[in-house]
T-cell receptor, first 116, second 113 residues
């Protein structure tokens, strides 16, 4: 089957605009994660979903960031009023379950966001 | 708070050498550890996942070991090839019930032909 897919692969936007990033997880994976990778910061966790619910939103950098997941599948990460410090690669991952042997996470290719 | 450290940050070796990448973590109460590979401009590829009850996992020329008590894992690459050139990341779950991963900063490997 197909792996995790993300779109767009690249996004260039102007400061202050809103952007939406999409993630399609591996079919049947109930857990979905968003991470951000920026120069000098490494990989940082943003949010995870179990089904359609997001029990832990503590990794979101500010209230400009939000995410949703529908149908236990596709997820969208929305960044409102983008700032230059939001420039990064946004990575999505999915796993069969949250814990144990089924927590092996498989990553998508990422969306490179550039805020001018 | 879990912290993950990888040493060295960069490594350059001639083709054919065996090499070891190191990963250490501060909280030994982990239930698994995952090694990834990242090529420039690409996402992460899962290489190996070791459960807390396991001591090592092997996949082809790769062997990962885990010593929970000392908070360490190693990734051994045998007979390195130029195609192994990439950044290698290790990660552990930050908590037992969310699965969110805490990553090291990575080791960038260059294998010279």
């Amino acid at each position: 089957g197909a792996g995790v897919s993300q779109s767009p692969s690249n996004k260039v936007t102007e400061k202050g605009k809103d952007v939406e990033l999409r993630c399609d997880p591996i079919s049947g994976h109930t857990a979905l994660y968003w991470y951000r990778q920026s120069l000098g910061q490494g990989l940082e966790f943003l949010i995870y979903f179990q089904g359609n619910s997001a029990p832990d939103k503590s990794g979101l950098p500010s209230d400009r960031f939000s995410a949703e997941r529908t149908g236990g599948s596709v997820s969208t990460l929305t960044i409102q009023r983008t700032q230059q410090e939001d420039s990064a690669v946004y990575l999505c991952a999915s796993s069969l379950a949250l814990a144990g042997a089924y927590n092996e996470q498989f990553f998508g290719p990422g969306t490179r966001l550039t805020v001018l | 708070k879990q912290e993950v450290t990888q040493i060295p940050a960069a490594l350059s070796v001639p083709e054919g050498e065996n090499l070891v990448l190191n990963c250490s973590f501060t909280d030994s109460a982990i239930y698994n550890l995952q090694w990834f590979r990242q090529d420039p401009g690409k996402g992460l590829t899962s290489l190996l996942l070791i459960q807390s009850s396991q001591r090592e996992q092997t996949s082809g020329r790769l062997n990962a070991s885990l010593d929970k008590s000392s908070g360490r894992s190693t990734l051994y690459i045998a007979a390195s090839q130029p195609g192994d050139s990439a950044t290698y990341l290790c990660a552990v779950p930050g908590s037992s019930n969310t699965g969110k991963l805490i990553f090291g900063q990575g080791t960038t490997l260059q294998v010279k032909p």
